[in-house]
C-alpha cells in the first residue's frame, strides 16, 4: 500500500491529479479526522481543520515530492491545531484558551462511545499530549514508528522511547484506577 500511496503522490505531483489526490484524502480522512479531534472542542471546528490540513496537503504534494503521505498529513495537522489555538489565544485571552485545550473538557465533549471505551479515554486524558500522541499514532491509527518519526520530526529511537514511557504511564494510571 506504501507504494500506492508513492505512486498517488508522484502523480499528484507530476500530473495534478486530482483523482489520485482523492484517493489519498479517502484513505487518510477519518485517521487526521481523529488525531484533531482528540485536540479540538468542537466537531465542527475539528472538520473545517482536517479540511484546512487536506488544503495544505495538496498545496504541497503539488510543489513538491512528498515521500510519506501520512508523515505529510500529521504534521500538517499538528501545525494547523497549533494555529488554531495560537489564534484563539490571541481572541479570547489566555485564561478562557486555557479552559478550551483543557484535555478533559475536549475528550468528554467529543467522544460519546461505550463504557470501556470511556474508561480508556479518561486515562488517555490523564497522559501528556506526546505520550496521547504515540499512542494514538500507533494503535489507532498503525502507523510504523518510522512513519511517527516523521510525523512528529523526531527519531526512530525517540518515538520508540516515547511510546515506551506512554505504554507504562497509561499503565500506572490503569493500575490506580483499579487499586481505588
Known amino acids: 500500500m506504501r507504494h500506492r500511496h508513492k505512486f498517488l503522490l508522484f502523480r499528484v505531483y507530476r500530473f495534478r491529479d486530482t483523482e489520485a489526490y482523492g484517493q489519498l484524502y479517502d484513505f487518510y480522512v477519518i485517521k487526521i479526522r481523529r488525531f484533531i479531534s482528540f485536540r479540538i472542542p468542537s466537531s465542527e ?36 491545531v497549533a494555529d488554531f489555538y495560537r489564534s484563539r489565544m490571541q481572541e479570547t485571552g489566555l485564561d478562557e484558551a486555557a479552559e478550551i485545550a483543557s484535555p478533559e473538557k475536549l475528550i468528554s465533549e467529543k467522544l460519546e462511545i461505550k463504557d470501556d471505551s470511556q474508561r480508556l479515554i479518561s486515562q488517555l486524558k490523564n497522559l501528556k499530549e ?44 490503569t493500575s490506580d484506577e483499579y487499586n481505588k
Open 45 to 80: 471546528e475539528a472538520e473545517e481543520l482536517t479540511s484546512e490540513v487536506f488544503l495544505r496537503g495538496w498545496e504541497y504534494a503539488t510543489a513538491s515530492i512528498v515521500k510519506n503521505p501520512g508523515a505529510l498529513f500529521y504534521r500538517i495537522a499538528k501545525y494547523v
Open 130 to 173: 506526546e505520550y496521547r500522541d504515540v499512542l494514538v499514532m500507533k494503535y489507532l491509527d498503525e502507523m510504523s514508528i518510522g512513519e511517527i518519526a516523521e510525523s512528529l520530526e523526531k527519531t526512530s529511537n525517540n518515538v520508540r522511547v516515547l511510546l515506551h514511557r506512554a505504554k507504562n504511564a497509561l499503565k500506572e494510571i
